[in-house]
């Protein structure tokens, strides 16, 4: 789980496949994004200095950029 700005962003790794979830604190809204390479999960999510988010799927041996757009 990552803060960025007042969204907090996690994975839900018991589905299949795993999604990406944001939480606006703002509005107390969901909102989820499949991450169809990551079947068991996505681990280690980051921000970077410009808010782009980043995490690895084991499962898969990748590493997976998140440009945060929209804001």
């Not at 007042?6 to 809204?29: A, C, G, H, M």
């Not at 991450?35 to 590493?63: K, M």
Request: charged share 30%; aromatic share 12%.
């Amino acid at each position: 789980m990552v803060a960025v700005g007042t969204d907090i962003w996690y994975n839900e790794s018991w589905k299949d496949p795993s999604r990406l979830v944001r939480f606006d604190t703002t509005t107390e809204e969901f909102q989820s994004w499949l991450v169809e390479d990551c079947l068991d999960g996505a681990y280690n999510i980051v921000a970077d200095a410009d808010d782009n988010l980043w995490f690895v799927c084991p499962d898969t041996d990748r590493l997976v950029k998140v440009e945060i757009t929209g804001r």
